[in-house]
């Protein structure tokens, strides 16, 4: 069974950059779209940036022109450039593959970023 797996994420100061970047233990070529998501405490998880096949991109409005997603095909892989993060970004990131963004089939397990100083 196909596992995505995330890495990348830690503790950064407001301003500060991190990479996030996610692995298929398998081939993902099947799902059409990948996306990352995040979840903060007591909130909903939301999309914050996906990409389907025709390289197509979607950020959500807080993070347009900070955070940059990218996907190799090739390797199966999938990352999340952020900048000048602010506390408000701090949540659990996850990694989602699917038929669109917005509908996830598989999802990976979460890795934790924390914007404070």
């Known amino acids: 069974q196909v596992q995505l797996v995330e890495s990348g994420g830690g503790l950064v100061q407001p301003g500060g950059s991190l990479r996030l970047s996610c692995a298929a233990s398998?081939?993902?070529?099947?799902?059409?779209?990948m996306a990352w998501y995040r979840q903060a405490p007591g909130k909903q998880r939301e999309l914050v940036a996906g990409?389907?096949?025709?390289?197509?991109?979607h950020y959500a409005d807080p993070v347009k022109g900070r955070f940059t997603i990218s996907r190799d095909h090739a390797k199966d892989t999938l990352s999340l450039q952020m900048n000048s993060l602010r506390p408000d970004d701090t949540a659990v990131y996850y990694c989602?593959?699917?038929?669109?963004?917005?509908?996830?089939?598989?999802w990976g397990q979460g890795t934790q970023v924390t914007v404070s100083s």
């Open positions: 990409t389907d096949v025709r390289g197509s991109t």
């Open positions: 989602a593959a699917g038929p669109t963004m917005m509908v996830v089939a598989l």
């Open positions: 398998g081939s993902i070529f099947r799902f059409n779209a």
